[in-house]
């Protein structure tokens, strides 16, 4: 499990780079698809994460921050950095027997909803490369090479 | 990593059923980003997953087939099926141990490369679910309605 977030926190600081490359305005544009511009994904990776993490450590889950506070490039990556400690040790701790502990929350619609730990953390892992699949669209279509998604020639396993 | 398999090919075969509702010459629109249409993104999702998984069972790589003999809805999803039995059986009967057993490939430069089991595995789950972020991407540009990435709710972990 680790090595798939690593691998996720190793892309996310491609895209980072790949966005000092990009006028910032780039950045904001509304898009089609996903959440809607290139920096509002990258925040709601990092909020995302950050935010199940907290609940599966047994804390009260995060109050999103409005992404208007947040949009520029150097706040979301401060904002990623920030979380990142926390959100690292808590992975890096992962043991087997947590895969069936189980976290229980309210949905939208005020019912109880329960998921194995298992599941949220997978859930985490692919939420990030999905989104990160959108950018590399909206990138080509800018014209932009993307950062290439290979998991493979990342030293992630030497 | 059984779990994020079984994740792909639940989302996979969504993708296929959502394909049926969509005029056939759309899934072969050659589009911006990724390999170029939604029916050779699947094919080539399909293909890569069984020639990595090929390599891990030490059998030599099969020739891609040219997409032109596969480009329509049913045969990419026959061969998807036709793939799969021997796909899921690796996959299932994966081990911590075989993490570190080393793959040797010659590269497209004729360079001999080694990669980790453990490294390949993880690579084919990333690069399905990266690949299936921009099919949702160019499904919203045609004005329908993606296939769901989420992995909580689909009841894998019942």
């Given at each position: 499990m680790l090595k798939l977030f690593e691998y996720n926190w190793q892309v996310r600081d491609d895209w980072f780079t790949w966005c000092e490359t990009v006028p910032e305005e780039e950045l904001?544009?509304?898009?089609?698809?996903?959440?809607?511009?290139?920096?509002?994904?990258?925040?709601h990776i990092v909020e995302v994460e950050y935010s199940w993490i907290c609940g599966l450590q047994g804390k009260p889950e995060p109050t999103e921050p409005p992404f208007e506070s947040y949009a520029n490039l150097s706040k979301v990556r401060d904002l990623s950095r920030r979380y990142h400690g926390e959100v690292e040790s808590f992975v890096t701790s992962w043991t087997?027997?947590?895969?069936?502990?189980?976290?229980?929350?309210?949905?939208?619609?005020?019912?109880?909803?329960?998921?194995?730990?298992?599941?949220?953390?997978?859930?985490?892992i692919a939420h990030e490369i999905h989104h990160i699949g959108q950018l590399s669209v909206w990138s080509r279509e800018m014209g932009w090479k993307p950062v290439t998604a290979n998991l493979i020639d990342r030293e992630l396993f030497e």
């Open positions: 904001l544009v509304k898009r089609i698809g996903g959440v809607g511009s290139i920096l509002y994904t990258l925040f087997d027997e947590m895969e069936d502990w189980k976290l229980t929350e309210t949905d939208s619609n005020g019912e109880t909803v329960s998921f194995k730990y298992g599941e949220i953390i997978r859930h985490v």
